[in-house]
């Protein structure tokens, strides 16, 4: 069974800054891709960021370009995501996905056969 934990999550200020850890356990393989989503009230979960675990190459959501920055540490088996300059409209619950079909980043950006991480909530006041 596959386990995502995230951590980091908090209340701030607009401008501010929080890191989001997620800490993967349970592999028996090697998932290609990992990233993070978030889902705002009332709003339809989005994909915020993704960095293929064999290259590090990563991919941004237009609205958080500049601003957030996803990172790995395989030895430590963890996923960060760096998120600056925060805005309100950043307020949301974050969530650590995995991809589990052996896809691609671009299967775990349409969540075709993701694993998800319980979520932690990253709330930014005005």
């Known amino acids: 069974q596959v386990q995502l934990v995230e951590s980091g999550g908090g209340s701030v200020q607009a401008g501010g800054s929080l890191r989001l850890s997620c800490v993967a356990s349970?592999?028996?393989?090697?998932?290609?891709?990992m990233g993070w989503f978030r889902q705002a009230p009332g709003k339809e979960r989005e994909g915020v960021a993704t960095?293929?675990?064999?290259?590090?190459?990563?991919y941004y959501t237009n609205s958080v370009k500049g601003r957030f920055t996803i990172s790995q540490d395989n030895a430590k088996n963890t996923v960060y995501l760096q998120m600056n300059s925060l805005k309100p409209e950043d307020t949301a619950m974050y969530y650590c996905?995995?991809?589990?079909?052996?896809?691609?980043?671009?299967?775990?950006?349409?969540?075709?056969?993701?694993?998800w991480g319980q979520g932690t909530q990253v709330t930014v006041s005005s």
């Open positions: 996905a995995a991809e589990g079909g052996g896809g691609s980043c671009r299967s775990l950006w349409y969540a075709v056969d993701n694993y």
């Open positions: 349970g592999y028996t393989y090697s998932s290609n891709c």
């Open positions: 960095i293929a675990t064999g290259g590090g190459s990563t």
